[in-house]
């Protein structure tokens, strides 16, 4: 059976569709919060180095993936509704956008967290941690073009430019800061090479990996649902939407 | 055309000389305060100096984007030149050239002076001179971009710091970075090739990007 796939590309079925899956990422995600909880706090190791302090790398290294690859995601489906205006792809890069800024903040948070016990400091200037801020920046870039716009339409093709332009600069922001980093040679520290970490360490950072994706994605969906009905108020099936909700 | 825009504009800010002279005295005035917040140390200042004066620079040529378009946008010559039959890109950068040439020239120009207050020693004056040269050009062009997004929205003028600002980074780390360089002994040409380099891939890029965000912004 062929499905068309293209169906979905309508806020209308798609806003059903994804009602239908939140729940479905909503249980993967907080079973594999709580499985990979357990194994980071009672089942992995102490590290022989850094002591019950490593612990935090089960929230902090899912969270800077996270923040990363959503900043492509979002470029990706705002650039997808550049060059085919499609409405649903903007829509879920104006989705994407806070949870992403909201990974972001967490990784940097963590880390200060993890930086104090660890190399003394809350902050040092190390290359990912700059760059890291810096992408911050441009999430906070990309969501206050988004939110002075009162025109979407606007608003999402703004925000599209403003999103892959950030894409193109983020290698070249990083490889500078990495740079301007080694020309200062200001923090002793180096976090490049990563001690070999035990089964059961990284067993449990892959299932907290797992757990942010399917998190990412509930909340992505239920985000684009609200999107989806604000900006299609005026349909006549959100309307017949409204009208069943007023009757229960 | 190009080199019809490029006269226009100069004619514009030639007729309206304050705009270009509060540009030129905001820097130098945000120059000038440093030495009055960390103290007169002349040991400190000179190692703070192309710092210094690279975050003025890109804080003043910021300050000044808002006038690219928006004078042309309120009286309707922007859209009379979305309409024309010549290509959008080269107009856009006309106009960037004409804002760099009005914004980014004096800056240099006036760079040396203010470096001489903070005791840079000649090699690292021409050094600093010469980064402010190649590198103001890549902050009007990527400026055109964020002053092209936020043309005719409220509070334009801090949206377009957010939007600009992360985008001026490499510049400023080479920039600064070859005249630290240059006081410490080391070579500065890789800095001033990646300089180079931003400003190419900014002159090809940078134009067309922005050209889209002014149609987006007129539709």
Known sequence: ?248 | MFGWIIKRDLLLAMRRQSDVLTTLFFFIIVVSLFPLSVGPEMNMLRTMAPGVVWVAALLASMLSLGRMFSNDYLDGTLEQMLLSPQSLSLLVLGKALAHWLVTGVPLVLMAPILGIQYDLPAEALYVLTTTLLLGTPVLSLIGSIGAALTLGLRGGGVLVSLLVLPLYIPVLIFGAGAVEANMAGVGFNAHLSLIGAFLLVSLVFAPWATASSLRVSLE
């Not at chain 1, 499985?35 to 019950?52: I, R, S, W």
């Not at chain 1, 809350?122 to 290359?127: G, L, N, R, S, T």
């Not at chain 1, 969501?143 to 070249?172: E, W």
């Not at chain 1, 349909?235 to 939407?241: D, I, N, Q």
């Open chain 1, 1 to 248: 059976m062929a499905i068309n796939w293209f169906k979905y590309s309508s806020p209308a079925s798609f806003y059903f569709l994804a009602g239908k899956m939140i729940p479905i990422f909503v249980f993967a995600a907080v079973i594999l919060l709580i499985a990979g909880l357990y194994v980071g706090f009672f089942v992995a190791p102490t590290d022989f180095q850094q002591g019950e302090a490593y612990r935090i790398i089960f929230i902090h290294v899912p969270a800077a993936w996270m923040s990363m690859f959503l900043y492509v995601v979002m470029a990706f489906w705002a650039g997808i509704g550049l060059a085919f205006n499609t409405r649903l792809s903007s829509m879920f890069a104006t989705a994407i956008a806070p949870t992403g800024a909201m990974f972001t903040f967490i990784a940097l948070w963590t880390g200060a967290l993890w930086g104090k016990p660890m190399w003394g400091t809350w902050w040092v200037w190390d290359a990912r941690l700059t760059s890291e801020l810096i992408l911050l920046f441009l999430y906070i870039g990309f969501m206050s073009l988004q939110a002075a716009i009162d025109d979407p339409r606007r608003a999402d093709k703004a925000g599209a430019i403003i999103a892959l332009v950030g894409v193109v600069n983020i290698p070249i922001i990083y490889f500078s800061v990495q740079w301007w980093n080694t020309l200062h040679q200001g923090a002793s520290v180096s976090i490049n090479q990563a001690p070999s970490m035990a089964t059961t360490m990284l067993m449990g950072m892959l299932i907290m990996v797992l757990a942010s994706w399917m998190y990412s994605i509930a909340v992505i969906l239920k985000r684009a649902r609200v999107i989806i009905l604000e900006r299609e108020s005026h349909t006549a099936w959100v309307a017949e939407l409204r009208k069943k909700g007023a009757e229960q």
